[in-house]
Nanobody, 126 residues
Framework: QVQLLESGGGSVQTGGSLRVSCVAS????????MAWFRQAPGKEREFVAA????????YYADSVQGRFIISRDNAKNTMYLRMDSLKPEDTAAYYCAADPFPRGGKVAEMGEYDYWGQGTQVTVSS
C-alpha cells in the first residue's frame, strides 16, 4: 500500500519562499512519476510540477516555471517542492501524487495518478 505524507506548508508574504515535502512509503518508486498538484478554494485541482523518479526529469506548469523547483531524494523516498517568489495566487492546498504506470505526455493529468496525500496548506499574503 503506497502512502504519501506531505509536510512543510505554512504562511508567507508575497515574494517569500517555502519548501514542502512528501514522504512516500509502501514500495520502491522506480518507474513512477511523482507530482505536485494544488487546489485553491472554489477552484479545480491543477498540476504544478512532476518528476520522473528514476531519471529526475522534471515538468512544470507555466504558472510556476522559473519560480518552483521539484526534486527528489531517492534514499529518503522524499519529494520536495521549493517555492520562491511566491504570489497570493499560489495560495492553495498542495497535494503529492504518485503514478505507478506513467504514460508519455500525461504528467499533468490528475486521472493518471493512483495515489494521493492528504495535502498541506500554503498561504501567501499580500
Amino acid at each position: 500500500q503506497v502512502q504519501l505524507l506531505e509536510s512543510g506548508g505554512g504562511s508567507v508574504q508575497t515574494g517569500g519562499s517555502l519548501r514542502v515535502s512528501c514522504v512516500a512509503s509502501g514500495r520502491t518508486f522506480s518507474g513512477y512519476v511523482m507530482a505536485w498538484f494544488r487546489q485553491a478554494p472554489g477552484k479545480e485541482r491543477e498540476f504544478v510540477a512532476a518528476v520522473v523518479w528514476s531519471s529526475g526529469t522534471t515538468y512544470y506548469a507555466d504558472s510556476v516555471q522559473g519560480r518552483f523547483i521539484i526534486s527528489r531524494d531517492n534514499a529518503k523516498n522524499t519529494m520536495y517542492l521549493r517555492m520562491d517568489s511566491l504570489k497570493p495566487e499560489d495560495t492553495a492546498a498542495y497535494y503529492c501524487a504518485a503514478d505507478p504506470f506513467p504514460r508519455g505526455g500525461k504528467v499533468a493529468e490528475m486521472g493518471e495518478y493512483d495515489y494521493w496525500g492528504q495535502g498541506t496548506q500554503v498561504t501567501v499574503s499580500s
